[in-house]
């Protein structure tokens, strides 16, 4: 608890996604939009799948427990499945902007590619996901009380801003490698993400057994970050030119 | 594509019509568009021509390219404006404190022994407050229409100055009592004193356009801060619901007050008046031939340069100050409803400002939004912070949501080119989020927390 729990629980969760936003955002107003309004499609996609959750609640026994968690399992999978169509609708619909766009700018191209677009996208989906996750627990952090102390784990904060945080960075990602198959019509590949989706949703069913859900989450993110960049168009070839250019560039100046 | 083959037939004409400078009042399809017309044109008049595709190209990749950056340009006002009452609601218990004390505006109370009652009630308050609101708003019309400059600019002043001074020093007495400060009244008042003054000078006259801008979206925070404190729980949404309707009926219908103001307005080719509008760039006033009786009439808002986002706070919530109603659209874009008694009015104007002067660029283009706007944005985001069991999700929801609502009236105002209200679909939309989430999602998030599930 504190203030320390809570601004290092803070920059844990929200420094990467803030940092992307303010380099790489934050300038184009375009992008602005763009973010925004992913951020509104993961919004639809938990109110649905919240309704589809609340009715069952609704029409099932409250006094049993384990239907009670079975349901909320169900909920989890169904709002995955859901984000993922959703992704999918907000996919189509940037297409369609893109075109408009491209139609009535002088040069046929529209200011902003699809890749950038898939990345702001997925931005905008993981800063909400996390921001839903987070903020009440943030919230919960400044004020007084005391962590598990019905026997719960210790380190729930610390743990819940890590997830939030691979989360995060696991939407971005998603959303690159999603665009790029839909473009590229490889279904494989948004079985794929859909696939790692509903995997790292059912490890953090693991929790609070913190060994079997983060790490392997951790594992995903950075496999998913390495297939974000070669398939946004990155190679190793320009990963070493970054590196001997700045190098070289040092030298000459 | 058929929009943009009207677009080019009134580029056409406006651009036939542009060297007298006058509104085509018979232009009514889109009166709007003449007036972005002659604000957006480059300097050197074009001949009347036949639009080339180019051209009308040129022109929607214009008002495109401009768009994304004038939502951004509308987006942070707002998102400040939440911003402060959010901060305000969650650290100042005053402004969430429910005194038994209401707004004469809504006389019935909700703490009623049944719902029924309580339904009742509120629908009663709602009713009588979009009345009053209503007959302001026809008040300002019929006052604008008889030229009575004179009056509506009292008006306009003297809530302002009750806005700035009384309500800043009950806000300001709030915080130092949260915060335990010790302030003695000679500091107090030299701080107020100060504060009114500038803010008096800044949108009344002339000042830096942050400045103007700052103390535009503070009158908002404060404003929307009064309703949330005064207006009971059910009438309050009910009279966000009713306002977003009554704002839609004003500005679309051909009889609407505001779109009669509008009108008005661009007939006699006046300056936005100073009232209830929040601007992003600075206004210029027209060289117009007959601008200089505008300048008599209107004398301090009407400086060569500097905006002219005045807002007209409104009244006080005891009495009736004098609430603008709501000025309203000037010009060409939107027009907000008006509302009058405690509120604002909110005026919405969207679309690119005030005209450049003739040198100037048109990157310069500004957007317009109505304080009203502001002020009910303000106030549904705050009421979602002070009242929601869900807390910060919900008050994000309904960011978000306001947003997403601004940004499709926007996108909108781009494509058909007049005045179009920017309360409906934002307040739709925050409405439907707010209780969407505070009663569906915020059970679903609970119980994926305590279970540390991640979706």
């Known amino acids: 608890m504190t203030l320390a729990v809570f601004f290092g629980c803070a920059f844990i969760a929200f420094g990467p996604s803030f940092a992307l936003f303010v380099f790489t955002v934050a300038k184009d107003p375009l992008r602005i939009i763009i973010l925004i309004a992913g951020a509104f499609f993961w919004l639809l996609s938990l109110l649905l799948s919240s309704l589809v959750w609340f009715i069952a609640i609704k029409a099932s026994n409250s006094q049993d427990l384990s239907l009670q968690r079975g349901l909320l399992i169900f909920g989890v999978f169904f709002s995955v499945l859901l984000q993922e169509v959703f992704r999918f609708a907000y996919y189509r619909l940037l297409r369609k902007a893109n075109e408009g766009l491209a139609a009535i700018s002088d040069d046929d191209s529209s200011t902003i590619s699809v890749r950038q677009m898939a990345y702001v996208a997925g931005l905008g989906f993981g800063i909400m996901s996390g921001a839903f996750s987070m903020i009440n627990i943030l919230s919960d952090s400044l004020g007084p009380g005391t962590v598990g102390i019905f026997g719960d784990s210790q380190y729930y904060f610390i743990t819940a801003a890590l997830m939030t945080l691979a989360l995060t960075l696991l939407h971005t990602f998603w959303g690159v490698v999603f665009f790029e198959g839909c473009e590229k019509s490889r279904w494989w590949v948004i079985a794929a993400v859909v696939g790692l989706h509903l995997l790292v949703a059912g490890l953090s069913l693991l929790n609070p057994l913190y060994e079997g859900s983060l790490p392997p989450v951790y594992v995903i993110t950075l496999m998913m970050g390495v297939w974000a960049f070669f398939s946004s168009g990155g190679t190793l070839n320009s990963l070493n030119a970054l590196c001997t250019r700045r190098k070289a560039e040092a030298e000459s100046s | ?455």
């Open chain 2, 1 to 455: 594509m058929a929009d943009n083959v009207e677009n080019a037939v009134n580029n056409v004409s406006n651009d036939g019509t542009e060297a007298n400078r006058h509104a085509e009042t018979g232009n009514t399809a889109t009166p709007g568009r003449n007036e972005v017309e002659l604000n957006g044109q480059p300097p050197t008049p074009r001949p009347p021509q036949v639009v080339t595709d180019s051209e009308e190209d040129e022109d929607e990749e214009l008002t495109l390219k401009y768009g994304a950056k004038h939502v951004i340009m509308l987006f942070i006002p707002v998102t400040l404006c939440m911003v402060v009452v959010v901060a305000t609601i969650k650290s100042v218990s005053f402004y969430t404190q429910k005194d038994g004390q209401q707004l004469i505006y809504t006389p019935f109370r909700e703490d009623t022994e049944t719902v029924g009652q309580r339904a009742l009630n509120s629908m009663l308050n709602a009713t009588i407050m979009i009345s009053v609101i209503v007959v302001m708003t026809l008040v300002l019309v019929v006052l604008y229409k008889y030229r009575c400059y004179k009056v509506i600019q009292a008006w306009l002043f003297f809530s302002n100055l009750l806005l700035l001074f009384f309500f800043s020093f009950i806000y300001l007495g709030e915080v130092f009592k949260t915060y335990n400060v010790a302030m003695d009244y000679f500091t107090l008042a030299l701080i107020i004193w100060n504060f009114g003054v500038v803010g008096m000078i800044c949108i009344h006259w002339k000042g830096p356009l942050r400045l103007q801008q700052a103390y535009l979206i503070m009158i908002s925070a404060l404003m929307a801060l009064v309703f949330i404190k005064y207006l009971p729980e059910w009438t309050a949404w009910l009279i966000l619901a009713a306002i977003s309707v009554y704002d839609l009926l004003a500005v679309l219908c051909p009889k609407g007050p505001l779109r009669i103001l509008v009108e008005t307005a661009q007939e006699r080719n006046e300056p936005i008046f100073p009232a209830l509008i929040y601007s992003s760039t600075m206004v210029w006033l027209f060289n117009m031939a007959d601008s200089a009786e505008t300048r008599n009439n209107s004398s301090h808002p009407v400086p060569q340069q500097e905006n002219q986002v005045v807002m007209a706070p409104t009244a006080q919530p005891e009495d009736d100050g004098g609430f603008t109603p709501a000025w309203v659209n000037q010009q060409q874009h939107q027009l907000g409803p008006m509302q009058s008694t405690d509120d604002s009015r909110r005026e919405i104007q969207e679309m690119a400002s005030a005209r450049p002067p003739p040198a100037e660029d048109d990157e310069e283009r500004g957007v317009k939004l109505g304080l009203g706007d502001f002020i009910f944005y303000s106030m549904l985001v705050g009421k979602a912070s002070a009242t929601a069991s869900g807390d910060w999700n919900t008050t994000l929801a309904c960011f978000v949501a306001i947003l997403i609502g601004l940004c499709l009236t926007l996108l909108l105002l781009a494509i058909f080119k007049k005045a179009l209200p920017a309360l409906p679909i934002s307040i739709t939309f925050g409405l439907v989020f707010y209780f969407a989430t505070d009663n569906l999602v915020r059970p679903f998030m609970d119980e994926l927390a305590v279970h540390q599930f991640y979706i």
